[in-house]
């Protein structure tokens, strides 16, 4: 072909899918002459050519790494990987919120979710409990595995509780038996200062009216009345005495509740036909049952009461019940929300699942709308019950949410952590003002619900301290026989975990206010379970950051605990059990070594931790379990910064802050160095929160 001839159709290098299969020689073109010959011109295709791309070494040698490290993660994370992958189906404004974390941090499920094999569990009874990671029982287990390779988690309830005497059978004539008039009343309104701004016991004025006429021989209590009666003693003498059990060694107010329960299990044929009164007694029964130990009575009895007040229909709105005067449509509104907030306090201690779900209420919130004047004396001002609930319902959230089964939550446990502490900020936002705690004389009711909000952010970022201290020294045999590669630790997440620390530092202020103030529950189980839930805490922090006023607040909570435990307090018998187990296991880890020889840089002259080195003549972790000669060496001659300090927002941190607030921060990577201590800090957070021994 001459020169101006035309140019030859380039030919490809590989034959089309036809001629390859077939075995003959292709022509190259598009369509190539033997498809276009046998009428398949319109199917001829070509393998795809790959092209050559030419990219810097440096670029696939950052590849090689990122591959690596991924592979790395894998190794570590316990999910599947269709699970890891789960963050494929969040929106935009969820992305955005983790964007500050690494990818480790984003993908990570709750800490506590390990999915290792536990060791075997050898319980004294024929069945063994459930104990939820909820809960402070498994969270002490988690604490204690890590502390002890050889310990044997338990699944059992309070080790220490009170037992009834079923055979017993309480007296006919019950009447013979009440106390003197007056005392009752003393007793009601003892009852009443301590937990009914939040659980309205009874109706003030038709029960009193009541109490007169059967005092008058005008009345015969029905057996549920007594009951009830019986109920309301035990709690009114439980909260009135405050030194210790008396002759019998008995909790006051037991032979009240044994009465009670004798009387429920007379009156069981009462299912079939529930009324409000049952559902109240039960509810009763439940608070005090938490008292005597009976944490899983408790339980069983505000679930039995959830399941008649849905047969009752309490859960629903009660515009569909006409018949009902406003007091009797008050009195079920309020007796549904208070069974409500005992039902999630309850199963948030056991870390049980709940009985019923946000989605199927609509019942009204308790108000006075709608009442006369003569009406409303039968209630207390509504507004403490409604604050209770609200805290309830994120209570709700944290156990689905934070400990649901994995699966059920996605897994992304930092998504949900960002959820919940938003909930607990606009919560703590709308309070009124005399409802935050004062720098002395904090009411009652107000020191409850602080020590409950604390109790909430612990819970919710406790997993993280946990996760923190684990890698810090490196506990647990899976650690030490397979080191924790070198990780990458947002300040966000430190920032987590300084919240924990700082609720339970806040609780101990409260709890010293309680005591100094004489408000202390001797005998009751919430006081002593938000105690217990905080020491763990602070220990774990005393640990980790061993300063003078972290063991303060330390000493403050234990030393309070162990005065509850020597007045008969049965569940801070338990408690102190497990502290002193833990502080065991931390002594003879210090005597091999394995707290000294893990350690971040020393701090810098002038910070807190500074004079508490290693090179301290009494070493700083001696200040964990330091034990004052009495109660007064800690409450009296303590530190002036835990008596007069003010309160704080516990979320205040500005890290936390813009977290919550959704901006985008460009967070400064924390370091773990490969020996597991912390090897550079975020200036934001490092006077605040330094891991350093």
């Known amino acids: 072909m001459s020169s101006s001839g035309l140019r030859r159709p380039r030919r490809l290098l590989a034959a089309c899918h036809r001629c390859h299969a077939q075995k003959t020689k292709c022509s190259g073109q598009q369509p190539c002459l033997a498809c276009e010959t046998t009428g398949r011109a319109e199917t001829c295709q070509f393998p795809p050519k790959e092209r050559q791309i030419r990219v810097p070494e440096s670029y696939l040698n950052k590849l090689e790494e990122e591959n690596r490290r991924l592979r790395a993660v894998a190794t570590r994370s316990p999910a599947s990987g269709s699970e890891r992958n789960t963050n494929t189906g969040l929106n935009d404004d969820d992305q955005d919120e983790t964007s500050s974390l690494t990818k480790e941090e984003s993908n990570l499920f709750n800490p506590l979710f390990d999915r290792h094999s536990e060791n075997p569990v050898h319980e004294r009874s024929l069945e063994p409990g459930f104990i939820g990671e909820a809960s402070c029982a498994a969270f002490s287990n988690r604490l204690l595995s890590c502390l002890d390779d050889t310990y044997t988690p338990s699944t059992s309830g309070l080790s220490n509780y009170h037992r009834l005497n079923t055979r017993e059978r309480a007296p006919m004539n019950q009447g013979a038996e009440f106390p003197e008039r007056m005392h009752v009343k003393l007793l009601l309104n003892v009852a009443r200062r301590f937990i009914g701004n939040y659980h309205p016991l009874f109706l003030e004025v038709t029960f009193m009216r009541e109490v007169d006429a059967v005092y008058r021989r005008e009345l015969i209590p029905s057996m549920l009345w007594l009951c009830k009666f019986y109920a309301l003693m035990a709690l009114g003498e439980i909260y009135t005495q405050r030194r210790g059990v008396g002759d019998n060694n008995r909790v006051p107010g037991t032979n009240y509740y044994i009465r009670a329960v004798h009387l429920l299990q007379e009156n069981q044929d009462f299912y079939e036909e529930p009324s409000l009164m049952q559902v109240e007694v039960l509810t009763l029964l439940a608070w005090a049952s938490n008292i005597l130990g009976r944490v899983r009575t408790a339980y069983c009895y505000s679930g039995i009461a959830t399941r008649l007040a849905l047969s009752l229909g309490m859960h629903r709105s009660a515009a569909r019940h006409v018949t009902l005067t406003p007091v009797e449509r008050e009195s079920r509104r309020r007796t549904w929300w208070v069974l409500y907030f005992f039902d999630r306090f309850s199963a948030s201690k056991l870390g049980q699942p709940l009985t019923v779900r946000d989605e199927d209420i609509d019942v009204e919130m308790p108000s006075m709308d709608g009442l006369t004047k003569e009406e409303m004396a039968e209630f207390l001002d509504p507004r403490n019950l409604v604050i209770n609930i609200k805290l309830a319902r994120i209570i709700g959230n944290i156990l689905t949410q934070i400990y649901g089964i994995p699966k059920a939550t996605k897994g992304l446990y930092i998504n949900q952590v960002h959820s919940i502490l938003k909930q607990l900020r606009a919560w703590h936002d709308e309070l009124p003002s005399d409802m935050r705690v004062r720098e002395r004389g904090t009411p009652r009711p107000v020191a409850s619900l602080h020590l409950a909000y604390n109790q909430c952010i612990i819970q919710t970022t406790r997993p993280v301290l946990l996760h923190l201290f684990k890698m810090q020294f490196q506990l647990g045999s899976k ?74 607040y330390l000493e403050t909570l234990l030393s309070v605990l162990r005065s509850l435990k020597n007045d008969g307090n049965i569940p801070a018998v338990d408690f102190c059990e497990r502290l002193s187990h833990i502080q065991a296991c931390v002594s003879s880890l210090r005597a091999t070594g394995r707290f000294g020889i893990v350690g971040a840089d020393p701090p810098a002259r002038g910070h807190p931790l500074a004079a508490a080195g290693p090179s301290s003549a009494t070493p700083a972790q001696d200040q964990v379990f330091h034990t004052p000669t009495s109660i007064d060496n800690t409450v009296d001659g303590g530190s002036s910064e835990i008596i007069n300090c003010d309160s704080v927002d516990v979320l205040a941190n500005p890290l936390i802050g813009s977290f919550l607030d959704r901006n985008q921060v460009q967070w400064m990577d924390t370091l773990f160095s490969e020996d597991g201590s912390l090897k550079e800090f975020a200036s934001e957070i490092e006077e605040q929160f330094l891991f350093g021994l």
Request: aromatic residues 6%; glycine residues 4%; negative net charge.
């Open 479 to 552: 650690a030490r026989e397979e080191p924790t590669p070198r990780q990458n630790i947002s300040s966000i997440t430190l920032a987590l975990a300084e919240s924990c620390v700082n609720a339970a530092q806040a609780s101990s202020r409260i709890v010293e206010g309680l005591f100094l103030d004489g408000s202390i529950a001797t005998f009751g189980y919430w006081d002593a379970h938000h105690i217990f839930s905080a020491a763990m805490i602070l220990i774990m922090s005393a640990m980790m950051k061993p300063t003078a006023v972290n063991s303060d």
